[in-house]
């Protein structure tokens, strides 16, 4: 079934299509569920929550083109995913001074990245702060400014610039060390 | 430290995590069913939206709509009898009225008719009506002079006749939207513009004094800028003279008051205005000419094809709803024959639709719907043989239609429709001398037409 007509379908209450729309996105959701949550529990949460609340709204869709619903369902499940961390008070922001020296040492290249396998990546995005994992989420994976973010986040401009400096800084030790326990751990053998 | 989005490994980062998929649990969509909206009591979007066989009762409503209104117009392009036709659009003239009776009041005399020969002939002046003494005149409303037509155009070696108010008639207030209304507004109009502009009144008094002024027609040009509202007419002055035996038909409010006088009326065919005109006295000085109804209705009218553009804009209101509206310009050009003449009229209309169209198939790429609208013009720009006029007129039109549409790219869509369209209150008598002229277009001799518009269409 084409985006469209499985929108319109489920909009309807078909519970094909419904099954049809979680094989389809329920993959990609889960990931970007994982990213946005502290834990795989609360990423089920964000998850399920998600869904029904896709199935009650799927109406107001408006189709745009090829990928538009994809795009529209993870746009729903981020919100949620923003709305459930600021509901649980573990959103936490710190300010940081604009003069405030760089805190992270040398980052990572790229090949270093693609050494860390996927779910080592998504556990390391998971161990952030949950100011920092949104800042970072939302600025690297979303492709937001830091005005939007802040819109976003009820944060002020510069305050999302320190969370993703921060995260950032965060992110860079934790491929850097695990690139680092990887040599050591080749080393010994 | 700035920090770039673009760095390597943030895109690397982006690039792995960004599509990375994790299968949720086996047993979680069980545990989702249960909590799910359920079917037929589906959450606030599933209430909302039509079911399916709404969709093709859309369709159906459409269809059904096109026909009643091509229905409508077979019915109305019956052929009626001649007699009864004329009974209803034309009043009887007062000359063949009994003196003495009285006019209904919803059938008033008009205007064009109280005027003394309504239908000369060159060849055969029409005897001069003689007014009843001791009979009564009822106005309801004082009858601005400026409404009294003193006679149509002769030439100048044709005296024109004299018909006088059958007294004894009892003339009752003018129905709005009747010939003598339009023309009482006219006047009124001009009479206005003449009070409060100055610069106005300045060039209907241009010619002051005893004698007569005729307009000539590049001097009306010269100023249809400024007096848009007498583009059609030719104006003049001309100045009170004869025998004082006249009799007073209005006045107050303001109106300048027009003294019956036969000289007055002997001065107009030395006017030199133009054959195919009417006279209409405004001020005891000051007149107007314009074409009768009559001339008008003599002229043979072959329209062109209309050609409509415009831009709409459509937002979809829900997964199956889609509002359309924006603006339409549309040009119908005319050419009349007749009266020894030939006239183009032009006529530019800028107009807003309003338009709900409902998908009935609906595709990633191509969808079907039906719609139906309305349109709501008006004449922005026309003329006549040349003369500006000014259309009081809303052209107004119902439409239905079952359209296609293929997805572009971004907000665009390439989309036709062949439909129906049913133009509304056009007729001859409503939107007939207006302010001294009369329209007839493709639309009010043809208020049925069938339709095929195409084009692209931004959907929000």
């Known amino acids: ?189 | 430290m700035e920090i770039n989005r673009d760095e390597k490994w943030l895109v690397k980062l982006k690039d792995s995590l960004g599509n990375w998929q994790e299968p949720a649990p086996a047993d979680f969509w069980s545990n989702l069913q249960k909590d799910m909206p359920q079917a037929g009591a589906a959450g606030e979007t599933g209430g909302r939206r039509p079911a399916r066989y709404l969709y093709w009762t859309a369709v159906a409503a459409a269809v059904l709509l096109a026909a009643f209104l091509f229905v409508q117009h077979q019915e109305e392009a019956l052929p009626v009898t001649p007699g009864t036709k004329i009974a209803q659009n034309e009043p009887v003239p007062e000359a063949e009225q009994p003196l003495g009776t009285k006019t209904a009041q919803n059938e008033p005399v008009p205007v064009a008719e109280q005027h003394l020969d309504t239908k000369t002939t060159q060849n055969e002046p029409v005897p001069v009506a003689e007014q009843p003494s001791g009979t009564k005149t009822v106005q309801n409303e004082p009858v601005p002079v400026a409404e009294q037509i003193l006679g149509t155009k002769t030439t100048q070696n044709e005296p024109v006749p004299v018909a006088e108010q059958p007294s004894g008639t009892k003339t009752a207030q003018n129905e709005p939207g009747t010939e003598p209304q339009l023309l009482k507004e006219t006047i009124r109009e001009a009479l206005y513009l003449a009070e409060e502009k100055p610069e106005r009144k300045k060039w209907i008094a241009f010619s002051a004094g005893n004698g007569a002024f005729s307009a000539p027609s590049g001097f009306l040009k010269g100023e249809s800028s400024v007096y848009p509202v007498q583009d059609d007419m030719v104006m003049g002055n001309m100045a009170a003279s004869g025998d004082e035996d006249h009799e007073e038909w209005g006045g107050g409010s303001g109106t300048p008051e027009l003294d019956l006088q036969q000289g007055q009326i002997l001065g107009i065919t030395n006017l030199g205005i133009e054959e195919n005109r009417k006279v209409v006295m405004v001020g005891g000085s000051n007149f107007y000419s314009f074409r009768s109804k009559e001339v008008y209705r003599s002229y043979k009218y072959s329209h062109r094809q209309p050609v409509r553009l415009g831009v709409s804009f459509a937002m979809e209101v829900t997964g199956r709803l889609f509002l359309e509206s924006g603006l339409t310009y549309e040009y119908l050009g005319s050419t009349m024959k007749g009266n020894g003449e030939t006239l183009h009229q032009n006529l530019h209309y800028l107009g807003v639709p309003l338009k709900a169209n409902i998908y009935f198939s609906k595709g990633d790429r191509f969808s079907l719907y039906a719609g139906a609208g309305f349109l709501l013009e008006r004449c922005v720009y026309g003329t006549i043989g040349g003369e500006r006029i000014n259309l009081s007129h809303w052209q107004k039109s119902l439409s239905a239609s079952i359209g296609a549409q293929i997805f572009l790219g971004g907000h665009a869509y390439l989309y036709l429709e062949p439909g129906a369209s049913r133009y509304l209150g056009m007729d001859e008598e409503v939107i007939s001398m207006q302010k001294g002229y009369m329209i007839k277009t493709l639309h009010s001799e043809e208020p049925f037409g069938i339709t095929i518009s195409g084009g692209v269409r931004i959907l929000f």
């Not at chain 1, 270093?112 to 779910?119: H, I, T």
């Not at chain 1, 400014?145 to 510069?158: D, P, T, V, Y």
Request: hydrophobic letters at 35%; aromatic letters at 8%.
């Open chain 1, 1 to 189: 079934m084409e985006e469209r007509e499985l929108s319109i379908s489920c909009a309807q209450n078909d519970p094909g299509a419904r099954k049809e729309l979680y094989d389809k996105y329920s993959g990609h959701l889960f990931g970007v569920c994982l990213r946005y949550a502290s834990n795989r529990e609360e990423a089920l949460d964000i998850l399920h929550d998600s869904f029904i609340k896709i199935y009650s709204n799927i109406g107001r869709f408006t189709w745009r083109g090829p990928g538009s619903l994809k795009g529209w369902l993870t746009r729903l499940t981020i919100n949620l995913a923003i709305e459930k961390i600021r509901e649980t008070s573990r959103f936490r922001t710190v300010e940081i001074p604009p003069d405030a020296p760089c805190t992270y040492g040398p980052l990572p290249d790229e090949r270093s990245v693609g050494e860390v396998p996927l779910e080592v990546l998504v556990k390391f995005v998971e161990e952030l702060p949950p100011g920092y994992r949104a800042v970072f989420n939302l600025y690297v994976f979303e492709e937001l400014s830091h005005k939007e973010i802040a819109r976003m986040l009820g944060i002020n401009e510069k305050s999302s610039s320190s969370q993703l400096l921060r995260a950032k800084a965060a992110m860079a030790k934790k491929i850097n060390d695990y690139k680092n326990r990887l040599e050591n751990g080749n080393q010994q053998r």
